[in-house]
């Protein structure tokens, strides 16, 4: 096992600091909708052309292929953007809902909801172990503009109730995840983590990008899921 796959293994995330080149950076930049000012914030990301490639492309995919297998694929994509009118706090959680075609009822399925207009539900935790994120930073995340902070650990837990939380943020040191320009962050789902308000509010551009390694159930499909040909 890599070290990068032990850290990930081991804490549930690992930081590259250098990944994305400068004219990645402004791709990105050029084809990006702008956020609404009080929300910071664009899902569907995966519906941009530029964006579905870069999410399948061979760069990002070198860090999804050793962890997942070369049979997972990109199934959501958001854009989050924290600025001085969108300086939004996120309390300590675990990412619990995947983004699907319909809603079709299957057991251990559930809670639903819907999020600009795609359909949403909770699924088994089996379902989010399988799953990786790839968080990849057009603007540097440091410690004045509320960088993501995590529980080292805590996605070995399984899916936590909300009054276990408390416990673990007494017991795990939070880790401040702090990336330069053009860095990323890979982690687990099911790993704890948290964002505060910024306290030097500028720019702080994350692509979000999750990615599954195994079908559904019962007929639900992934929203986002395509699969293209893969060199051998």
């Keep these: 096992m890599t070290p990068f796959a032990t850290q990930l293994e081991m804490s549930g995330f690992a930081i590259i600091p250098a990944f994305l080149e400068p004219g990645d950076l ?11 000012s009080e929300h910071g914030g664009v899902r569907n990301l995966l519906d941009i052309t530029e964006i579905a490639d870069l999410a399948d492309g061979d760069q990002v995919r070198s860090l999804i292929d050793p962890i997942l297998g070369r049979d997972a694929f990109p199934v959501r994509g958001i854009l989050f953007d924290k600025t ?23 057991p251990d399925y559930g809670p639903w909801s819907e999020k600009a207009g795609v359909v949403h539900v909770q699924p088994p935790v089996v379902v989010l172990e399988g799953m990786l994120a790839v968080r990849l930073h057009l603007d540097e995340s440091g410690a004045g503009n509320g960088p993501l902070r995590v529980l080292p650990g805590s996605h070995r837990a399984g899916k936590l109730r909300d009054a276990e939380i408390p416990t673990w943020r007494n017991e795990i040191p939070e880790v401040p995840c702090l990336v330069p320009r053009g860095g990323v962050v890979v982690m687990k789902p099911l790993l704890l983590h948290a964002s505060s308000p910024a306290v030097e509010p500028h720019h702080r551009r994350v692509i979000h990008i999750e990615y599954a390694s195994s079908e559904l159930v019962a007929g639900l499909e992934w929203r986002w899921a395509e699969r293209r040909p893969r060199a051998a």
């Design 26 to 36: 402004t791709t990105l930049e050029r084809v990006l909708p702008q956020p609404s």
């Design 84 to 106: 001085s009118v969108a300086n939004w706090r996120v309390s300590w959680h675990q990412d619990l809902t995947i983004a699907v075609r319909t809603r079709v009822e299957a």
